[in-house]
């Protein structure tokens, strides 16, 4: 045919720019665990369109999707480092849309990603054959082996939570809450994070007073009914068991519950709606003050009646409570005070915050602290449970974060950072956030990647809506579910041996110092590291 077309195999660190050059160092062969997910990609190469047809040949579970490009018009901010390979305003390759027949191919690159879902059933090797007709003629044709190990990972209580936006869900899907509708499209979104590693889910109390503007609202998404007769108070706490329930459904397992009082500084409260004397009505917000007497006295009556609920159900284990979301040390003596009270109230639960001064754990203000990943080694060694995020402003010292414009390892390298400092969780602030900043207008996030010019992109989602109610994934949501398994398997092999052995293969004899900051960035010594994992568990195995 009168048309020149390459066939090239990559792995799934790679990402391919417009116009960029595909790397000569085709991806052959991999292993994987009997419990996980594995991709790889696919990319036809021509110099013109044409009808065919790729196919896809294994007896493994498998899904098929496109590579689609999503515009970014902030993919770095100013101040950021220099670790990544583009950072101007374009197209970034992002979003995955499966796909069942690949029929038609356009000019330039057409990038497919594979992924493998592992089982017990093919243990052993298997051969993926990757074949590109035209018509009825075989033009190219390649193969991939996957050898799938007789062992499972373990993610050893490993808890992930990415937070979960269902007021975006319902202003993009224009639904009412609480409809048919909202819980149909909450449960696919919900289940799909599971899916991908995600085992806690931030649960709305009350209307989550995050990413908020101050004077303004959010929609209403309150689980709790609040019911108020002649000054007494009463709960309903029907919708909150319905989302437990759908959530275990969906495989989750531990539940956050939505913060108590503002973000950044703990000064006010919550909007909280209530049906007083037959009215609905707000009866807290922006308006009252954080340490008002009247909230205070409602948190007394409400933590009792939410306590024996938790305990009724067997969910205190299960459950973290919030104060406030990130609080700086000019907003101390606020925070502190709030804190005192919710852990005087909620004593016995595990209380965390994403913070990042020492200090607040130093004075005992914070127990389980959550700093971000550029500010975690300075509490190493301080706390026996010690969780990390990122958000925004992680970009500098290369620390891991998810942006458009960050390499696949960037994303990747946090699982083993995780493991080496015996990081218990991992909070992200935007599993599907389709606002701007402060949540002041809802966006197209197909089109608006960076919530109006405000986040890096990538920074305040990792799935897309599709008009059916369910997620398109993202590269960067099967990325970090990579990150996960790469711990995952690290605790599967020091079961099987000791931490000396994990941390002298993920550091090379020692040859190199693995920190938060520090790794190679290199996708071959990704991929071959993790391989040795693999078979180190291998030759392990009893």
């Not at 065919?52 to 579970?61: Q, R």
């Not at 018009?73 to 970034?92: E, H, T």
């Not at 405000?454 to 920074?459: A, E, L, T, V």
Request: hydrophobic share 35%; with cysteine; aromatic share 16%.
């Amino acid at each position: 045919m009168d048309n020149n077309i390459k066939l090239h195999i990559l792995s799934s660190l790679e990402k391919i720019y417009h116009n960029d050059i595909i790397p000569t160092s085709d991806f052959s062969s991999f292993s994987m665990l009997r419990n996980e997910k594995k991709s790889f990609q696919v990319v036809v190469e021509c110099d013109k369109d044409f009808d065919g047809k790729l196919t896809i040949d294994t007896p493994l579970e498998h899904n098929i999707y496109t590579v689609e490009y999503i515009k970014s018009d902030l993919p770095m901010s100013d101040n950021s480092d220099d670790y990544f390979r583009f950072s101007d305003d374009g197209y970034y390759p992002d979003l995955l849309i499966s796909i069942y027949d690949i029929a038609s191919f356009r000019k330039g690159y057409n990038i497919f990603w594979i992924e493998i879902v592992s089982s017990n059933e093919y243990v052993g090797i298997n051969k993926i054959n990757i074949s590109l007709y035209d018509e009825s003629n075989l033009i190219l044709g390649d193969c991939v082996s996957v050898e799938i190990i007789d062992c499972d990972i373990d993610f050893n209580n490993f808890v992930y939570t990415n937070w979960f936006h269902t007021d975006c869900l319902a202003s993009y899907y224009n639904i009412d809450v609480f409809s048919d509708e909202y819980w149909r499209i909450t449960k696919n979104f919900l289940k799909t994070a599971a899916d991908y590693g995600m085992n806690c889910v931030l649960t709305p109390l009350f209307t989550p007073p995050l990413d908020t503007e101050v004077g303004k609202e959010r929609p209403t998404v309150q689980l709790v009914d609040v019911i108020v007769s002649n000054g007494k108070y009463s709960f309903n706490f029907e919708k909150l068991d319905y989302w437990i329930k759908m959530s275990k459904e969906c495989g989750i397992q531990y539940f956050e519950m939505s913060h108590f009082f503002t973000q950044w500084g703990a000064r006010n409260t919550p909007k909280i709606m209530a049906t007083v004397d037959g009215v609905y009505k707000k009866i807290f917000g922006w308006e009252t003050k954080a340490n008002s007497k009247s909230y205070i006295n409602f948190l007394k009556v409400f933590s009792v009646e939410l306590k024996k609920y938790l305990e009724a159900n067997d969910l205190k284990k299960y459950t973290f409570i919030h104060v406030s979301d990130e609080p700086s040390t000019s907003v101390i003596f606020n925070y502190s005070r709030a804190s005192r009270l919710i852990h005087k109230l909620f004593d016995g639960y595990k209380i965390i915050d994403a913070l990042s001064s020492p200090l607040f754990y130093k004075l005992k203000i914070v127990t389980s602290p959550v700093p971000a990943n550029d500010h975690v080694e300075k509490f190493l060694g301080k706390s026996n449970d010690l969780w990390t995020y990122y958000c925004s402003g992680q970009n500098k010292k290369y620390v891991s974060n998810r942006f458009f414009c960050n390499d696949s390892i960037r994303t990747r390298i946090i699982g083993y950072q995780m493991y080496k400092f015996d990081i218990k969780g991992f909070l992200h602030w935007g599993y599907n956030f389709y606002y701007t900043q402060l949540s002041k207008s809802l966006v197209d996030p197909f089109v608006v990647s960076d919530a109006g010019g405000k986040f890096p992109s990538g920074d305040s989602y990792v799935v897309y809506p599709s008009k059916e109610g369910t997620p398109y994934h993202s590269i960067r949501l099967k990325v970090f579910y990579d990150a996960l398994q790469d711990m995952a398997a690290l605790n599967t092999l020091e079961k099987l041996t000791d931490k000396e052995t994990c941390l002298s293969i993920i550091e090379q004899k020692g040859k190199k110092s693995l920190t938060f900051s520090e790794y190679p960035h290199s996708n071959e010594w990704m991929l071959s590291t993790r391989e040795k994992i693999n078979y180190t568990i291998k030759e392990n195995l009893k």
